[in-house]
């Protein structure tokens, strides 16, 4: 749906699988007030990205619905680590990087120093992993790029490619030799996107990451009221594609209730959904997409009753040597207080496991039960906050192959499968979390993208 938002010019079917819009954009509104989140709860301005987000907030007449977090607010100062069964402050500021902090064993000075020194690979590709370990050392590596993998992605940085995850670095080695030199002199030319008021009010006042009053799912219901205002937009919810058919005109999409034609099709389908529904003559296609693999995330919501939490921050993140089935805990009334019920001191958590690990550690998701994942994130907040408080309200969602995994080598496969679609002459883009990009702003962009390659600049 956020790729829709640009092609109103245009006569646009939306097909949507699911009984709602917006995708892992989902939030729960109890009638007392609260607000809790199933998927992201904060979105990034910084950059291009984040501004073309900002700047469809705006369109969509959201800006008073805008929660900001600033730099400066505890959430965006404090974030922490679980490890060796304690809780570790994140280095920050400049004595957080020229001692020691726990539970690294040297100043991060001397890594961020020496990493001027190391000489650029001649690889396309590598593991973060490797990546990190080659030029910051492998502790960094080993803690805290291991969590911050699977804070984001719910994946293991030893198999995640640092090309396609975190761009930024491997262009600042590859032009600038150095990530520090890269980030201090730029590496390469950068996404310029006009900054709307809002994307200006984010940089004056210094945003770390911004919520919606009502939640994230207010987000996709604003674009879905818009686009059916727009006149030009239908809008189908359950309707799941069966088959997709090449035709004289472009495709012909099979539904269980009937076949729509089509010029082009944009496809937001994750990509092993897709590669189940294209034709034969597209079996190049078909195997690449498959070759995407995404993982399995359970989200546990928790309310508790008081003030609960040892330390003030946004949250921590587990490394896989401490727990390879937590991947972490975000302190959601720290950053976004307003969802708290307006009646009574709480405090809501949101703790995530599984991911790259699920498996591994709750088995196959069809059998994992609700009672055993909260049993097992009510524990988790007994032993890494001291809790012993039962939750006064949990929910508990599965999000099954929510995340993409960008392993080594995703660039190829997606140069791959845009050049078979290019040189086969097919009516047809690819967007999504599974290609270019797996944050909402990623998502939103390559949406975009996708409009401006086939209708023009969007303005």
């Not at 979105?43 to 969509?60: H, Q, W, Y």
């Not at 594609?241 to 496809?267: F, R, T």
């Not at 997409?289 to 008081?306: H, P």
């Not at 290019?422 to 996708?450: E, H, M, Q």
Request: net charge neutral.
């Amino acid at each position: 749906m956020l790729t829709f938002f640009h092609l109103i010019k245009v006569n646009v079917i939306l097909l949507e699988a699911s009984s709602r819009f917006g995708g892992w954009l989902w939030s729960t509104r109890r009638s007392d007030g609260a607000v809790f989140e199933h998927g992201p709860r904060g979105i990034r301005p910084a950059g291009a990205v984040g501004s073309n987000t900002l700047n469809m907030v705006d369109d969509l007449g959201l800006g008073e619905e805008i929660l900001p977090v600033s730099f400066s607010h505890i959430a965006s100062r404090n974030r922490y680590l679980y490890v060796n069964g304690q809780l570790h402050k994140m280095p920050s500021g400049i004595s957080g990087i020229v001692r020691t902090v726990p539970p690294f064993s040297r100043p991060l000075l001397l890594s961020v120093a020496a990493e001027i020194l190391v000489n650029k690979t001649k690889n396309d590709d590598e593991s973060v992993h490797s990546f990190v370990s080659r030029r910051l050392g492998k502790e960094l590596a080993d803690i805290a790029v291991d969590s911050l993998c699977r804070g984001v992605f719910a994946g293991d940085c030893r198999k995640l490619s640092v090309r396609s995850c975190f761009p930024v670095l491997y262009n600042a080695e590859q032009h600038r030799g150095s990530i520090v030199l890269g980030m201090l002199l730029g590496s390469g030319e950068a996404q310029v996107i006009t900054r709307g008021p809002l994307a200006k009010r984010s940089k004056k006042e210094s945003w770390a990451q911004w919520s919606l009053k009502r939640g994230m799912q207010s987000f996709p219901e604003a674009i879905a009221e818009y686009l059916q205002q727009s006149g030009r937009v239908q809008l189908h919810k359950e309707a799941v594609v069966k088959q997709i058919d090449p035709s004289a005109s472009g495709w012909q999409v099979h539904l269980e209730d009937g076949v729509i034609s089509a010029d082009h099709i944009i496809s937001a389908l994750p990509a092993k959904a897709l590669s189940s529904v294209l034709p034969r003559s597209c079996q190049p296609l078909t195997q690449q997409l498959q070759d995407i693999s995404s993982v399995t995330v359970a989200v546990v919501n928790l309310e508790y009753d008081g003030s609960i939490l040892p330390v003030m921050g946004f949250g921590h993140l587990v490394p896989s040597s401490e727990d390879r089935g937590l991947l972490g805990v975000v302190y959601d009334s720290v950053p976004f207080p307003q969802h708290n019920r307006p009646d009574g001191q709480t405090t809501r958590l949101t703790v995530m496991m599984g991911g790259a690990w699920f498996q591994e550690e709750f088995g196959v998701p069809e059998a994992a039960t609700a009672e055993h994942l909260l049993s097992r994130a009510t524990e988790a907040v007994r032993c890494h906050l001291g809790v012993t408080a039962a939750p006064r309200w949990s929910r508990v969602i599965l999000h099954r192959d929510c995340i993409p995994q960008y392993y080594e080598g995703h660039f190829q496969r997606v140069e791959s499968m845009r050049g078979f679609i290019k040189n086969n002459n097919l009516a047809l883009s690819l967007t999504g979390s599974c290609y270019d990009g797996v944050s909402v702003n990623d998502v939103i962009f390559s949406g975009r993208t996708a409009v401006e390659e086939l209708l023009g600049t969007v303005v």
